[in-house]
C-alpha cells in the first residue's frame, strides 16, 4: 500500500521561506502523479504543485508560480517555498495517484492517498 509522510510546516515570517518534504513508499514507480495541495477553513482544497512523475512534468497554481517550486527525489516530492505571504497559511498535504497520463494531475478528487498534513503559518 502507498504510504506518504509529510514534514517540514511551521511558522515563518511574509517574505520568507520554508521547505516542506513528502517522503513515500509503495508508490508506482514513473506511473504517477504526486502532488502538494492545501486547504483552510471554510475554502476547497485547492493544488499548489503537481507532478507527472515519469516525466518530471510539473504544474503550478497562478498564486504561487515564481515563489514555489516542486521537486522529486525518486518518489519524494520536494516543496521549496519562497516570498511566503500571509494568504500562504494552509494545512499542506501530500496526495497521490497511480496513472499512465498527466491528466487530471492538479484535480484534487482523482488522488487516491493522502499524507497527514502539515500546517504552514505565514505571520505578517
Known amino acids: 500500500q502507498v504510504h506518504l509522510v509529510e514534514s517540514g510546516g511551521g511558522s515563518v515570517k511574509a517574505g520568507g521561506s520554508l521547505r516542506l518534504s513528502c517522503v513515500s513508499s509503495?508508490?508506482?514507480?514513473?506511473?504517477?502523479?504526486m502532488g502538494w495541495f492545501r486547504q483552510v477553513p471554510g475554502k476547497e482544497r485547492e493544488a499548489v504543485a503537481t507532478?507527472?512523475?515519469?516525466?518530471?512534468e510539473t504544474s503550478y497554481a497562478d498564486s504561487v508560480k515564481g515563489r514555489f517550486t516542486v521537486a522529486r527525489d525518486d518518489t519524494d516530492l520536494i516543496l521549496e517555498m519562497n516570498n511566503v505571504k500571509p494568504e500562504d497559511t494552509a494545512m499542506y498535504y501530500c496526495a497521490w495517484r497511480r496513472t499512465y497520463i498527466s491528466d487530471f494531475c492538479t484535480i484534487s478528487a482523482t488522488f487516491d492517498t493522502w499524507g497527514q498534513g502539515t500546517q504552514v503559518t505565514v505571520s505578517s
Open positions: 509503495g508508490v508506482t514507480l514513473n506511473s504517477a502523479c
Open positions: 507532478m507527472f512523475l515519469k516525466y518530471f
